[in-house]
C-alpha cells in the first residue's frame, strides 16, 4: 500500500482524488461536470441529423435521459491518458447496456434507425476520448484563464505540511503557486534529504503575507498546539488571506475520511463506512435487485447441485457456518457443503491443498466457487451484499484481530460473496500471516474506494477468475 502522507487513496478508482486537486470551485471541475453528458447528447443529435435529416423527438428525449444518467460527468483529468480512455469505455458499456435493455423492454428501440444506433454505440465513446484529450490540451489555458494563480504558503514544515505541498506542486491542473513553508524550527532540524523553501518564522508570517500579496495560507500545525495556532490567527487577522486547516490525522490511514457537521458543529471523519446517505441506498437496490435476479437464474444448478451433493457422501445439503457480519456481528453464512465435516467450532483449519475433508464433488464445488451459491439467498436476508470483505469463520476472525492493525475495520459493511481482495490474487488459502494482511489492506482499499462502477468491475472480474484460478481448493 503506498505512504498514506502523499496519497489518502489507495486506489485509481476513487472519484474524491481530482475533486482534492482540482477543488469544487475550479472552472475545469465544472467542465468536466458537463463534458461526458454533453458529448454523449450531441453526438446523438447528430446521428438523428445524419440517418433522419432532423433531430427527431425520440432520439431528443433519448438525449435527455442520457444527460440525465452521466450528469455530473466523472472528473479525469488526473488519470494517465490511457487510464481515462479505458475509464470511459467500461463506463459507457454500463450506461449502453442499461439503454439497451430498457430500450428492448419498452420496445423504444423501434423507434430509432439500427445503423444509426449501432453507430452511435461506437462514436460515443470515441467523441468523448476526444473531447477528453482536447480538455487536458487546453486545460492549461484555462485555468489562467480563469484568474491568475493564487501564492500560497503552508505553516508547518511537518508531515501533513509536506504531503500537501507535494499534492500542490505535482497536481498539473491546480491554480495554487506555493510560495514556501514558515517554521519557528531550524533549517537544519527541518531536513529530510528533500528541498523545501522556509521563508521564515512564525513571528515573521503575517508581515510577508502583507508584503507578498499571499492570497492562501495552510495552516499544518499539530491539532495539540492550540495556543499557537491561536496566536498565528490572531496575527493574520490584519491580511485579506484566505486562510485553511490542515488537521494533523490526515496523515494517517483514514476510512472514508471527510468533513461534515453534526447538529451545526463541524465534524472530520476518520473511520465511517461508504454506505451512507444515498451510496446506501444503491446499495441495497443493487444487491436486492442483482441477487434476485440471480437466485432466478441460478435456480436449476441449485436444485443439480443439491442433488449431486446428496448422492455423493451423507451429510447436509446446506453447510452453515457463524462468521462476522456487519459492525462485527455473528451471521448465518450457508454455503453448498463440500467437506465431510461441518467445522464451526472455536478451532478451524482452512481447507489446503490435497485436504482429504474435501470430498470429490466439493473439490469441484470449491475449485468453481459454485459452493458460494447459496450466499445469494444471505444477501435477500440482508445478511450478506454480493461484492465486499469475504467473512471469515469466528475463529479466525479471532486470532488475526489481534495480530493485524485495523482488521476489524473490514466489518464496518456486509461481508460480500466475492471482493476486491478476491479478485487481486487472494482468493483461498492464507496459509502466511502476510497473505492475510495483504487480503485485509486489499479490503480497506476498498471501502476507501467504492463506488457502483467497482462493484460492477469486481463481478465482472470474479466471473472471469472463476474459469482460469487455481488458489482456491
Not at 527541518?190 to 492570497?215: C, H, P, T, W, Y
Not at 470449491?366 to 467473512?391: A, C, H, Y
Not at 478476491?422 to 496459509?431: A, K
Amino acid at each position: 500500500m503506498p505512504d498514506t502522507s502523499l496519497a489518502l487513496s489507495a486506489s485509481g478508482t476513487s472519484p474524491r482524488r481530482s475533486s482534492e486537486a482540482l477543488g469544487k470551485g475550479n472552472l475545469l471541475h465544472a467542465i468536466e461536470a458537463v463534458l461526458d453528458p454533453s458529448v454523449l447528447a450531441l453526438s446523438l443529435w447528430a446521428i438523428s441529423i445524419a440517418f433522419e435529416g432532423r433531430l427527431l423527438p425520440p432520439y431528443l428525449i433519448l438525449s435527455v435521459l442520457v444527460f440525465a444518467i452521466t450528469f455530473p460527468g466523472a472528473e479525469r483529468l488526473h488519470l494517465p491518458a490511457w487510464k481515462m480512455a479505458t475509464d470511459v469505455v467500461v463506463s459507457w458499456f454500463f450506461v449502453a447496456s442499461l439503454l439497451l435493455i430498457l430500450g428492448v423492454i419498452t420496445d423504444y428501440i423501434s423507434d430509432f434507425s439500427r445503423a444509426g444506433i449501432t453507430l452511435w454505440l461506437w462514436a460515443a465513446p470515441a467523441c468523448q476520448i476526444g473531447a477528453r484529450l482536447a480538455l487536458r490540451a487546453a486545460a492549461p489555458y484555462l485555468v489562467r484563464l480563469q484568474s491568475p494563480p493564487q501564492r500560497a504558503v503552508i505553516v508547518g514544515a511537518n508531515e501533513q505540511g509536506k504531503a500537501l505541498a507535494y499534492r500542490l506542486l505535482n497536481t498539473p491542473y491546480t491554480n495554487i503557486e506555493l510560495a514556501g513553508f514558515f517554521d519557528d524550527r531550524s533549517r537544519e532540524r527541518l531536513s529530510d534529504g528533500r528541498n523545501f523553501s522556509v521563508l521564515g518564522d512564525m513571528a515573521s508570517l503575517s508581515e510577508f503575507v502583507k508584503q507578498n500579496r499571499i492570497q492562501v495560507i495552510y495552516l499544518s500545525l499539530p491539532m495539540t498546539s492550540q495556543p499557537r495556532i491561536l496566536q498565528v490567527l490572531d496575527a493574520l487577522k490584519d491580511t485579506t488571506a484566505s486562510i485553511y486547516f490542515v488537521p494533523d490525522m490526515f496523515v494517517t490511514d483514514l476510512i472514508q475520511g471527510h468533513t461534515a457537521t453534526m447538529c451545526g458543529m463541524p465534524v472530520i471523519s476518520v473511520c465511517e463506512t461508504p454506505f451512507t446517505g444515498k451510496n446506501g441506498i444503491i446499495k441495497w437496490a443493487s444487491d436486492l435487485a442483482l441477487s434476485a435476479l440471480i437466485l432466478v437464474l441460478i435456480s436449476p444448478i441449485l436444485l443439480l447441485i443439491a442433488l449431486a451433493i446428496r448422492f455423493d457422501s451423507p451429510g447436509p445439503v446446506i453447510f452453515k457456518q457463524r462468521r462476522y457480519g456487519l459492525d462485527g456481528e455473528e451471521i448465518v453464512v450457508y454455503k453448498f457443503r463440500s467437506m465431510k465435516v461441518c467445522e464451526d467450532g472455536g478451532a478451524i483449519q482452512q481447507a489446503q491443498k490435497n485436504d482429504d475433508r474435501i470430498t470429490r464433488l466439493g473439490a469441484f464445488l470449491r475449485k468453481t466457487s459454485l459452493d458460494e451459491l447459496p450466499q445469494f439467498i444471505n444477501v435477500l436476508q440482508g445478511r450478506m451484499s454480493i461484492v465486499g470483505p469475504r467473512p471469515h469463520a469466528v475463529a479466525h476472525n479471532e486470532l488475526y484481530r489481534s495480530l493485524i492493525k485495523g482488521y476489524m475495520i473490514r466489518h464496518k459493511v456486509k461481508p460480500g460473496i466475492t471482493g476486491w481482495a478476491q479478485v487481486n490474487g487472494f482468493r483461498g488459502e492464507t496459509e502466511t500471516l502476510d497473505k492475510m494482511q495483504s487480503r485485509i489492506d486489499y479490503d480497506l482499499d476498498y471501502l476507501r474506494n467504492w463506488s457502483l462502477k467497482l462493484d460492477l468491475l469486481i463481478i465482472v472480474r470474479t466471473v472471469l477468475l472463476v474459469f482460469k484460478d487455481r488458489s482456491a481448493y
